[in-house]
């Protein structure tokens, strides 16, 4: 409990950090770029205090390779462009109530799930006894794999902005193909494989709220359901929809690949 509530305010100072640089450069996309780099002062802090394993030193080093390529991603995607859609569209309906909502349900909210989806690495930092084992690498393999899938995927669909002749067209090429948010699927699986690395240790069931909750908000609320809404009228995206699985990665049904042809 006592990390749990340490980490809770380790976060909140973050979270209100970041809010208060969001007023001086007009842009609330940038809690985009702190959500990866959260995890990351997370981990260090964690080092800096307390004894830590081999087990959570392979967590953190993950969490790191992650949370590093992601603000990168993120930042450099926004450099010379408007505010993100979606929280250009929340400045404009919350009007005079902007500020304080802002910081709530932007920033602290975020720093409340980045805490919960932390879990496993809360509950690896509670056992400082615990030593690496076959299964840990088979874990991390797993989470290779996600980084991968999810950072071939943010390349592959960066360069198909950068060259599409039309804003109708449809990425449905590469890992695009076989899922229609390869880079969801690859975040979802590196939670559960850092939650998995942990499941030797005591108490492990209780990191599980780690990727249950990234898994819902990016299948049910803040992921998938948003990027599908914003394409719901664009002719193209719809076909690509209906042969293209949602998430995990399978071949595209050959009939309507035969039908859109």
């Given at each position: 409990?006592e990390?749990?509530?340490?980490?809770?305010l380790i976060?909140?100072?973050?979270?209100?950090?970041?809010?208060?640089?969001?007023?001086?450069?007009?842009?609330?996309?940038?809690?985009?770029?702190?959500?990866?780099?959260?995890?990351?002062?997370?981990?260090?802090?964690?080092?800096?205090?307390?004894?830590?394993?081999?087990?959570?030193?392979l967590?953190?080093?993950?969490?790191?390779?992650?949370?590093?390529r992601?603000?990168?991603?993120?930042?450099?995607r926004?450099?010379?462009?408007?505010?993100?859609?979606?929280?250009?569209?929340?400045?404009?309906?919350?009007?005079?109530?902007?500020?304080?909502?802002?910081?709530?349900?932007?920033?602290?909210?975020?720093?409340?799930?980045?805490?919960?989806?932390?879990?496993?690495?809360?509950?690896?930092?509670?056992?400082?006894e615990?030593?690496?084992?076959?299964?840990?690498?088979?874990?991390?393999?797993?989470?290779?794999?996600?980084?991968?899938?999810?950072?071939?995927?943010?390349?592959?669909?960066?360069?198909?902005?950068?060259?599409?002749?039309?804003?109708?067209?449809?990425?449905?090429?590469?890992?695009?193909?076989?899922?229609?948010?390869?880079n969801?699927?690859?975040?979802?699986?590196?939670?559960?494989?850092?939650?998995?690395?942990?499941?030797?240790?005591?108490?492990?069931?209780?990191?599980?709220?780690?990727?249950?909750?990234?898994?819902?908000?990016?299948?049910?609320?803040?992921?998938?359901?948003?990027?599908?809404?914003?394409?719901?009228?664009?002719t193209?995206?719809?076909?690509?929809?209906?042969?293209?699985?949602?998430?995990?990665?399978?071949?595209?049904?050959?009939?309507?690949?035969?039908t859109?042809?």
């Amino acid at each position: 409990m006592e990390i749990l509530a340490t980490a809770g305010l380790i976060i909140l100072v973050y979270a209100t950090g970041w809010y208060i640089l969001s007023l001086f450069v007009r842009r609330n996309d940038i809690a985009d770029i702190a959500w990866g780099l959260g995890y990351v002062v997370l981990c260090g802090w964690l080092i800096l205090t307390r004894p830590v394993s081999p087990v959570f030193w392979l967590i953190a080093s993950l969490i790191v390779i992650w949370g590093v390529r992601l603000a990168w991603h993120i930042g450099r995607r926004l450099i010379g462009k408007p505010e993100d859609f979606r929280y250009r569209k929340w400045r404009e309906e919350w009007g005079s109530t902007f500020y304080w909502r802002s910081y709530l349900q932007v920033y602290l909210l975020q720093g409340l799930l980045l805490v919960i989806i932390a879990m496993p690495i809360l509950v690896a930092a509670g056992h400082p006894e615990a030593r690496l084992t076959g299964w840990s690498w088979l874990a991390a393999g797993i989470w290779l794999a996600g980084f991968l899938i999810q950072a071939i995927a943010d390349a592959q669909l960066a360069s198909f902005v950068r060259h599409r002749a039309s804003r109708e067209d449809v990425l449905d090429t590469g890992l695009w193909r076989y899922s229609r948010h390869p880079n969801y699927f690859g975040e979802i699986l590196m939670w559960w494989a850092i939650w998995a690395i942990t499941i030797p240790l005591p108490g492990s069931w209780l990191g599980i709220v780690g990727p249950v909750t990234i898994t819902w908000l990016l299948v049910f609320v803040s992921g998938v359901p948003m990027l599908e809404k914003r394409y719901a009228e664009h002719t193209g995206y719809q076909g690509y929809r209906k042969r293209t699985s949602m998430l995990i990665p399978w071949w595209p049904d050959q009939d309507d690949d035969q039908t859109a042809a």
